[in-house]
């Protein structure tokens, strides 16, 4: 980290030197790491669309704390970031138990101080199946991870953004809450739901300065989404609602999320960015 | 019931004679009873929306079950019912329990033959409080009775809508599921999934020639929405989001969902109508 | 009319003799004949969606004015509707045009003295092309009598309205106000427009206890939108994304605009109704 | 603009020598000049969101042409941007006339050989008035220059991006698309029209790999908007309606316009951005 913030310092310089007609903003840390000094925990992100998102944070100059349910994949992501030089420490997290989520939350205030950026991305496999065939067992475990988790560890963490002054949090959706993706039914009801969670969010956190927004990525090759793509047949049905011709990779879902908690995002919240390359959403 | 359909031929014999000239759709049955021989299941009927959406149907010619958790309130319900000549039955039921939604199933199947139109109608009080203070046996509670229970009990259902070659299924959500109500987190929430849930059985019940559509009412005058009109200022402020400035009646939401249900709407699947007196929804 | 009335009394009489112990409502006219005694003007309904929609508005007790641009197709369409004992006139409009629309209203004042309802169905041919080729002049003539004409018109009519204490309007728009049809670009435009014109009046008009709210069909087998059917490959595609397998006839459009301009529909306004056979459009 | 390249280049040498370790990409002039080398025209640019806009493409490292109605607000913005050593040329431009498009699109590749980038952005004034009152004369205003002629000017530019083999488009609606600003009926309803533009653009030029995006601002602080927030009440009730309880700069319009043309937005096409401090807009 130190080594990170030197890098900065010597660019800085360098930039300071080189440019020194062009607006502060557009050459300073702001603009070049438009998350200097920020803290982000990122959910389920030790692969796919969360690694891409942690990865990508912390290039911005964030100190990232990345998770997931198992440690041996923390370890690894952990790893892979710090080796590219990055800021990213990690834990193991179930985000459906309370004492992990507590000590996710604890992580990062123990290590950096406080949380100003929360990722809350699925993380719960998406089980292949209608809901006329869905059991109990199956509908509460998608829903409890992808929505119930989410409020409750938006509630774990925002008492530390207000710590701060504010905070931003992204949660990870899917087109699919618009469009549905065929057999994933309660999948695609636990989507539609987080649309509704980041709206009534945005509501109850604005007078604490926390914005709260939304990501709907299409269908994004992972391993995570593999029931849509391996089968041939229900690939070329998705693709052919594209307009971009092509799967998405992680990294396109990257850039917005970091540019939703940054500055430049400052009179965004409540909103849902579709990254999908021209899937039929909303108006 | 005997009485109710003897009732009806009188009249059909009064029409054929005196109206020739028209054509028979605007005279018959159809037009007049468009629900005739229908047989419907209502939830969370024996009072506000559900009593006044149970009474509609039955007036539009249905065969009605109404249901609630209370075998007290069912028996004043039906007794009303049936004393406005209406073809009413109920039973009690807990649409959260897989028994009492099974026996619900089972005594329109008994009663009438089978199902035709299913109305699900939230039965879980809107407990008043923020998402950020919620916990998760109130989500749980919210979340299981608004969103889950609409899914298992359309799984209950929909075998006995497939036997007679198809159904009409609507799902009560609410405008707040669009326009969250101050101070009522989970339940927007909740209200917001079922949006989903309407469009993802919509698509998966199409095979089976059943269509599923949502009504999404703004703020009704009833004894379960008293936490958002008993406090005159929370009422003003929806109040001043309304065109049409009053509350709205239980009955202003029965016409829309016979509607519905009927063969004029055999072309409408997926949909929500909002019935809010012009509180900001969707485009 | 006379005749339509008088038999609408002895109707009456049928019911009132047979039927006593149900309510009122469920029995007389309000019911059976939803709309009897109101006046409406339909624009467009020489053909298609206009013409099923006249004759729906009749057959539930209005008096009905179609109108087109050819006096011609104005004199069949009546004759064809008396001829089946309904209370309908007509008169040639080109809603286009200043003196034209006034002439509309001033005949439904003259011949029954006033208006109560307007249901503004767009009468220009979809040229069939995509926006990169649009021609200003084809893009004027969509905008123009799609969007720009629906204004005007309900400016002449909305005095007549608020002389009565209030009216009903419906805007005919298109499922590809919100899921493009190919090749369509300026007429799916104009279509958008549509949902915003429709929350914008109703938003100035409920001051007059004026409602207005929106019908959005989806692929309907008309000669107008043959462009879209006549193309096997083309009609292929958009079935392919419908859940009922067939496309849409004029008379699935009627019997909502008909419940949208009753009594049952008075807490409704703002709204788009989707009538597209499950088409994608919007939550 | 040989000056500017000239410090992208020390720029570029200073990052490579200190910040090895790092992904060239979070380094390398896409990050922190995510627009280098491209062209963009900006419409209606010389003050408010426009102006920020361009501010903002020629600081991420584009070179832009700025456009208004009059040459002296050009040559104005063109100093002041210059002024802070940014890329940025003028020329007049009247986007409702024909010669006028194609002379700003013929500046852009007289000056650099091409167009990748164009942000439409509305250049009428918004009238103030109802629809209930407004003449042909403001509406066809309001019609032509916010919509048809981001229609034209759209139709005038992408043969130079399908020469570039691509581009971006960023079409400036309004949050008044969704939640109408009062007294402001045509000007929302052009709003609303462009949010349709953008879907069927994005579908028309996928083709040609040319995305096409829309920004929906608030009530933004500006001299065009004045007659939104001059008078206090009014500001007052737009104001109730946000989160985020302030007033829209034109800068923050800015960050998400440029984040949108950049290579981190390639898998979005077709979608609306809302920054509005949280007025409701859309699920």
Redesign the interface.
Known sequence: MVG?ML?VG??L???AR??K???M??CGVA??HPLANKVALVTASTDGIGFAIARRLA??GAHVVVSSRKQQNVDQAVATLQG???SVTGTMCHVGKAEDRERLVATAVKLHGGVDILISNAAVNPFFG?????T?EV??KI?DIN??AT??L??AV?PEMAKRGGGSIVIVSSVA????F?NL??Y??????L???T????????QWNV?VNCLAP?LIKTSFSRVLWENQEREENIKAGM??KRL??PE?????VS?LC?E???????????????V????
Do not use: M
């Open positions: 990170a890098k010597l660019l310089g360098a930039c080189s440019w007609s062009v607006r903003a557009s603009r070049r290039q911005d590219e030089g990055l209608n809901l006329i065939d869905v109990e509908w509460d829903l929505v119930k409020a409750l938006t509630k925002v809450a618009y469009s549905p065929p039914g309660a695609n009801v636990s989507k539609t739901a649309l509704g969670l709206k009534n969010l945005a509501i109850e956190l604005a914005r299409g307009l971009i998405g990779k396109d879902c990257a850039g917005i540019f940054s430049d995002a400052n009179y965004i919240t409540g909103e849902t960015v579709v990254v999908a390359g021209g039929l959403s909303h108006l």
